[in-house]
């Protein structure tokens, strides 16, 4: 992943569920990736659900996550990483990326 793909992944997740951002037809794509993102992980890791509903849906510190999830920052780290490649294949499938 290019920082590029990195910083327009954080940006799309920090904007989604804002009401211009979900109105605007460019972002079908990035909303789908997202919402199929959370959906993977509900089923196979609620952890990084977790971090992710915390983290941006919520728009959570990085520090109130780590706490709240009761991880070390290596993991939330691990898990972070994880969680934009996730966001940016399904971007990356539904034209988004």
């Given amino acids: 992943m290019t920082e590029d793909q990195r910083a327009k992944t954080k940006l799309a997740l920090r904007r ?7 109105c605007s037809p460019a972002n079908v794509g990035w909303r789908r990736a997202i919402e199929r993102t959370m959906d993977y992980y509900q089923q196979t890791d609620p952890t990084r ?5 915390l983290r941006y849906f919520e728009r959570r510190t990085e ?6 999830l009761h991880i070390g920052r290596s993991t939330y780290q691990k898990a972070q990483t994880d969680l934009l490649s996730t966001v940016a294949v399904y971007a990356a499938q539904y034209g988004a990326l």
């Fill in 16 to 22: 989604y569920g804002t009401r211009q951002w979900a």
């Fill in 63 to 68: 520090d109130d996550t780590i706490e709240r």
């Fill in 49 to 53: 659900a977790d971090l992710m509903r």
